[in-house]
T-cell receptor, first 111, second 113 residues
Framework: SQQGEEDPQALSIQEGENATMNCSYK?????LQWYRQNSGRGLVHLIL?????REKHSGRLRVTLDTSKKSSSLLITASRAADTASYFC???????????FGKGTRLSVIA | DTAVSQTPKYLVTQMGNDKSIKCEQN?????MYWYKQDSKKFLKIMFS???????INETVPNRFSPKSPDKAHLNLHINSLELGDSAVYFC????????????FGPGTRLLVL
């Protein structure tokens, strides 16, 4: 069954603005990841945050995790047109269970 | 030097036909996966192999049969194609079955007419 649910489904911003996407999930997790998918391409791993971590940074990306609310957010600062893509969260809840992906947020960054 | 490659990129075929999609990874990973992404972008795991051994088999029709000749290859054979099989199929790999970071191929766009 679907685990992650991204919000909003679609987001359109101007270049230079920050973009925030949220992910909510239902059951306890070990890790939560964010992936990017450019149009017509495969998914690319962005960042992984463990259940005992609250915040993680990678370049212009900032991910937070609130396990009490079963939610995560992905912040992209100073967005660029090249950030236009769909962003997916994916969760796993034990050693060998498969990743479960949400439906994604479509981000459009307008130059 | 593509990490995870899939062939073909596009596949258009008639209902009832049998087709195969090939996947190869040159990352030295032990674990490989097949996903199906529907028209609404929902990505769902189909199969996972670890060192040529099937470890995940989600509720997928028997018409879908994965084959792993070695740990660098995971092919997907589909018999008696149906309209509902139209989707984008992604192959992915991870270092091992415990590693959660996955590396995806470019996808195979299957259209069944």
């Amino acid at each position: 069954s679907q685990q992650g649910e991204e919000d909003p489904q679609a987001l359109s911003i101007q270049e230079g603005e920050n973009a925030t996407m949220n992910c909510s999930y239902k059951t306890s997790i070990n890790n939560l990841q964010w992936y990017r998918q450019n149009s017509g391409r495969g998914l690319v791993h962005l960042i992984l945050i463990r259940s005992n971590e609250r915040e993680k940074h990678s370049g212009r990306l900032r991910v937070t995790l609130d396990t009490s609310k079963k939610s995560s957010s992905l912040l992209i600062t100073a967005s660029r047109a090249a950030d236009t893509a769909s962003y997916f969260c994916a969760t796993d809840n034990s050693g060998n269970t498969p990743l479960v992906f949400g439906k994604g947020t479509r981000l459009s960054v307008i130059a | 030097d593509t990490a995870v490659s899939q062939t073909p990129k596009y596949l258009v075929t008639q209902m009832g036909n049998d087709k195969s999609i090939k996947c190869e990874q040159n990352l030295g990973h032990d674990t490989m996966y097949w996903y199906k992404q529907d028209s609404k972008k929902f990505l769902k795991i189909m199969f996972s192999y670890n060192n040529k051994e099937l470890i995940i088999n989600e509720t997928v029709p028997n018409r879908f049969s994965p084959k792993s000749p070695d740990k660098a290859h995971l092919n997907l054979h589909i018999n008696s194609l149906e309209l509902g099989d139209s989707a984008v199929y992604f192959c992915a790999s991870s270092q091992d079955r415990r590693s959660k970071t996955q590396y995806f191929g470019p996808g195979t766009r299957l259209l069944v007419l």
